[in-house]
T-cell receptor, first 111, second 114 residues
Framework: GESVGLHLPTLSVQEGDNSIINCAYSNSASDYFIWYKQESGKGPQFIIDIRSNMDKRQGQRVTVLLNKTVKHLSLQIAATQPGDSAVYFCAESLGYSTLTFGKGTMLLVSP | DAGVIQSPRHEVTEMGQEVTLRCKPISGHDYLFWYRQTMMRGLELLIYFNNNVPIDDSGMPEDRFSAKMPNASFSTLKIQPSEPRDSAVYFC????????????FGEGSWLTVV
């Protein structure tokens, strides 16, 4: 969903469900993308990255999908756990430029 | 390694006062970044250094903000005079590259200006 006002888009799931978090990035020329996880009171932490010459990359319990046609990035988390509750950000860059971060999505996992 | 270390973790100050935020990057990282995070604007890059030299300060909001990196293990972000709209979380991050998966963030300095 889109961020409106002061509220982050929020995704609420049950423990054990699969979660999909979406991100629309801004620059069609961006060639590198990262997903970060930010837990309450902490700084962002790297989860997984993908380059523009790929459309899918898998990690441990996480998968990132890239659709360059519509400038869309998604993060899939399998078997979501309460410890996955956090704000998730996508970030993009072009070449050796610095990262530009999206606004974030809050993931709430209920036991 | 202890990670990126920031201080103070929390600061409440009165409008008009000077605020100094401090950062110790990870040893061996030659890039250092200062970010500001607010609900309205998300995570914004203020300035970054490479080998202690400021490379891009175009994100610094105005002249009230300044940043220095006197050596490879220490950086400061100063706000003088502070204003209520400066209330935010300020993150320092360090890296071996300008972008990419080697960027590590500190835990942030939570600033409230009243």
């Amino acid at each position: 969903g889109e961020s409106v006002g002061l509220h982050l888009p929020t995704l609420s799931v049950q423990e054990g469900d699969n979660s999909i978090i979406n991100c629309a990035y801004s620059n069609s020329a961006s060639d590198y993308f990262i997903w970060y996880k930010q837990e309450s009171g902490k700084g962002p932490q790297f989860i997984i990255d993908i380059r523009s010459n790929m459309d899918k990359r898998q990690g441990q319990r996480v998968t990132v999908l890239l659709n360059k046609t519509v400038k869309h990035l998604s993060l899939q988390i399998a078997a979501t756990q309460p410890g996955d509750s956090a704000v998730y950000f996508c970030a993009e860059s072009l070449g050796y430029s610095t990262l530009t971060f999206g606004k974030g999505t809050m993931l709430l996992v209920s036991p | 390694d202890a990670g990126v270390i920031q201080s103070p973790r929390h600061e409440v100050t009165e409008m008009g006062q000077e605020v100094t935020l401090r950062c110790k990057p990870i040893s061996g990282h030659d890039y250092l970044f200062w970010y500001r995070q607010t609900m309205m604007r998300g995570l914004e890059l203020l300035i970054y250094f490479n080998n202690n030299v400021p490379i891009d300060d175009s994100g610094m909001p105005e002249d009230r903000f300044s940043a220095k990196m006197p050596n490879a293990s220490f950086s400061t972000l100063k706000i003088q005079p502070s204003e209520p709209r400066d209330s935010a979380v300020y993150f320092c991050a360090s890296s071996t590259t300008r972008s990419g998966n080697t960027i590590y963030f500190g835990e942030g300095s939570w600033l409230t200006v009243v």
